[in-house]
């Protein structure tokens, strides 16, 4: 079974630049995340669906970020315009929330630099 | 506001030792934890889970322990190897938001051969 595709893996763009990442979750997981991991510290959530509503986007900075779940399944996350301070990896998760159960999947990331 | 911390950031052993990595967190209400790997340039990939109604729980070659009345969480790696060399972190759920995990830093483990 595929685990969570993330694309791209690498991206380098200038700051003020626009940039989208995109995520496919586990086939018949209903929730999907995005986090944000800095280097050395842990992953920091960003905004959480469940199906195609965004349930929890408290985290998301919104007057640059920006994130659809068109459809329930693939996701995109857009920075519009990039700064130098969101440079990072930004990891996308999925899962199939069973009662209190929740095992996150991760994709590998992407890692943003911001120049 | 609530965390979840670690209390030793690096942790160096040898090839088939044990490890043990802790985790100390503060929300009282948190009753869901995850133990995850994370190799370099990999996303976090998930270990061993565990409710707050069970104090231990074993998986092939890890254990998790929780003490709830002082809040701790711990990892137990048997036998340990140069592929279990990664960063580990805990992270908690509970309280009002089952779907949030709130991570810990981590802790960096190296194996050495």
């Known amino acids: 079974e595929a685990g969570v595709v993330q694309s791209p893996r690498y991206k380098i763009i200038e700051k003020k630049q626009p940039v989208a990442f995109w995520c496919n979750p586990i086939s018949g997981h209903n929730t999907l995340y995005w986090y944000r991991q800095n280097l050395g510290q842990g992953p920091e959530l960003l905004i959480r669906y469940e199906n195609e509503e965004a349930v929890d986007d408290s985290q998301l900075p919104k007057d640059r970020f920006s994130a659809e779940r068109l459809k329930g399944v693939d996701s995109t996350l857009k920075i519009q315009p990039a700064e130098l301070g969101d440079s990072a990896v930004y990891l996308c998760a999925s899962s199939l929330v069973f009662g209190i159960k929740n095992i996150q999947y991760f994709g590998a990331g992407t890692r943003l630099s911001v120049l | 506001g609530e965390s979840v911390g670690l209390h030793l950031p690096t942790l160096s052993v040898q090839e088939g030792d044990n490890s043990i990595i802790n985790c100390a967190y503060s929300?009282?209400?948190?009753?869901?934890f995850i133990w995850y790997k994370q190799e370099s340039g990999k996303g976090p990939q998930f270990i061993i889970d565990?409710?707050?109604?069970?104090d231990k729980r074993q998986g092939q070659r890890v254990t998790v322990l929780l003490n709830k009345t002082v809040k701790h969480l711990s990892l137990q790696i048997a036998a340990t190897q140069p592929g279990d060399s990664a960063v580990y972190f805990c992270a908690e759920a509970g309280g009002t938001s089952y779907g949030k995990l709130t991570f810990g830093q981590g802790t960096i483990l190296t194996v050495h051969p």
């Open positions: 565990i409710r707050s109604n069970m």
């Open positions: 929300n009282s209400a948190s009753d869901y």
